[in-house]
């Protein structure tokens, strides 16, 4: 490190201090993560990066660890970062927005995929449907609180993969806790299996999970490929979950026939608001379905078909867009760019290039030059799912797969014996690295079940409850996590050797 280096670091650590301390955090905790960004910047220089790699990891690092204390809301984190890369030079506007060679830029088809099911699924929430599922699942149960249980995270898990798992612990959660204050049993159980339920079922296609979106977008993989290769392991998982409810708390949950009575008294056709309107917005829905189906033979993208699909519902309300546009959630959507952002200016730097290196180099070892063997494979192959799921678990799948794609694309690269001229789907798609895929949707999905913070999903129901007076706290999710997702995770080992390793 040069003079000058160490005197704009000695100045942006007070700086640093300053601004937290304005948002604030505490006096302990603005010196801890100011430190952590120029600490992270003068290990990397002192470890042979240059100029360009410690500081675009240094904003990375520093970035999330702001993002994990929840201070800041993490939209703003993300984009001051991405703005943060660009002012520096980092990276140009260009490459951030549309990639160039290695770097993937921001995948614009992940982000107007989002916004058209945004679209879609408000329009169809405020049809009640979805209030009207919860309600009926709780009276086939007859009251039943395990069977309850049982019923709500089946209608999860199929609704997740069909919508999206945020969308749906937004439309089930608050019904489930109304059903548990019904029952007078604890709602915090109920939710978490919700939880639970919600990220499997979305593990099994395209749509279901924000990760799997971008996986499927930036590795061309198609709505079919996802069911076909997701989703047999998420319905085991998922009949896991059910075996655990029923096994685990058939003799723990008990409410009085009074109670029971009260569940069976709900009217569920008065949870339906507009009949006429989910007749057409039904329509439109299975046509989006089926249009994911058939994106591939069609030779449409699936971001194509949900604009379609948000183009219709918005033509079939009656009166201005202005209510439904105001519901999607941009913040989400800008806290991806923001993501996109930061990660293309790592690539562009090299600093994804350096972790794939590095991720070969511990799983495979020796010289790769020549292919992987079967052996070198399989270990990649399980250190990118247990790596993806454990990171997952500290800093959040939606955070870590664009990172992880741009790693396992030049993983791809360095694997490959002529990459100059290979195109992209022969590098993605080649023997060694389309494994690698799969590990990691399922790492980053199945690992959003280990903590709290592991997914949006998470964070969302457990707010929901908080605000119910129902808290969810860290310790109580890990404590139904852990033990669920060590076993799915062990499930996916072995589905994995089975489907693409032996």
Not at 200 to 215: E, H, Q, R, V
Request: charged share 15%; proline share 3%; hydrophobic share 55%.
């Amino acid at each position: 490190m040069t003079t000058l280096e160490y005197m704009l670091g000695a100045l942006a650590i007070p700086l640093s201090i300053y601004l937290l301390r304005r948002f604030s955090f505490s006096t302990f905790w603005a010196v801890a993560l100011s430190v952590l960004g120029s600490g992270t910047y003068a290990v990397g220089r002192t470890g042979g990066l240059d100029f360009g790699q410690a500081l675009a990891t240094a904003i990375f690092v520093y970035a999330f660890a702001i993002i994990a204390s929840e201070r800041i809301h993490r939209t703003k984190v993300a984009m001051a970062a991405a703005a943060a890369m660009l002012l520096l030079g980092i990276i140009d506007q260009h490459a951030a927005l549309h990639g160039h060679d290695d770097v993937p830029g921001t995948d614009w088809n992940t982000l107007l995929l989002l916004i058209g099911m945004m679209v879609v699924v408000h329009e169809l929430r405020r049809t009640g449907v979805f209030g009207w599922t919860a309600i009926r699942a709780a009276k086939l149960a007859r009251g039943n609180p395990v069977l309850i249980l049982i019923y709500l995270c089946v209608a999860t898990a199929v609704i997740s993969a069909l919508l999206d798992n945020v969308t749906t612990v937004l439309l089930f959660v608050p019904v489930t806790i109304l059903i548990c204050e019904r029952l007078k049993v604890g709602a915090a159980p109920y939710v978490i299996f919700v939880v639970l339920a919600s990220n499997i079922g979305g593990t099994a296609t395209l749509i279901g999970d924000p990760p799997n979106i971008m996986i499927g977008s930036f590795a061309r993989l198609s709505f079919m490929d996802f069911v076909k290769v997701d989703g047999p392991i998420a319905l085991a998982s998922l009949v896991l979950l059910v075996g655990i409810i029923a096994a685990g708390l058939r003799n723990r949950l008990h409410v009085s026939p009074e109670a029971q009575e009260e569940i069976m008294e709900f009217d569920e056709s008065r949870a339906i608001t507009e009949t006429v309107f989910l007749r057409r917005c039904g329509v439109v829905v299975a046509l989006v379905l089926l249009g994911f189906f058939l994106h591939g033979t069609l030779g449409l993208e699936p971001a194509t078909i949900a604009l379609g699909g948000a183009a219709a519902v918005l033509l079939l309300r009656k009166g201005d867009a202005e209510e439904t546009l105001r519901e999607v959630e941009w913040q989400t959507i800008f806290f991806y760019l923001g993501l996109f952002i930061m990660v293309s200016g790592l690539a562009e730097v090299g600093v994804v290039d350096m972790i794939a290196r590095a991720l070969i180099d511990s799983t495979c070892g020796g010289d790769v030059s020549g292919g992987l063997t079967g052996a070198q494979l399989f270990t990649l192959t399980m250190g990118t799912l247990w790596l993806s799921a454990i990171s997952a678990a500290i800093m959040g799948n939606v955070a870590l797969v664009p990172m992880m794609n741009a790693v396992i694309y030049d993983i791809g690269l360095a694997l490959h014996p002529s990459p100059e001229t290979a195109t992209f789907v022969e590098i993605a798609h080649s023997p060694c690295v389309y494994p690698l895929w799969w590990a990691l949707s399922l790492g980053a999905c199945f690992g959003g079940n280990f903590t709290l913070v592991g997914a949006g999903a998470n964070l969302v129901a457990a707010g929901i409850a908080d605000r119910s007076r129902h808290p969810v706290t860290f310790v109580s999710f890990m404590k139904y996590g852990i033990p669920f997702t060590l076993v799915t995770m062990l499930m996916a080992s072995a589905y994995l050797w089975l489907r693409f390793l032996r």
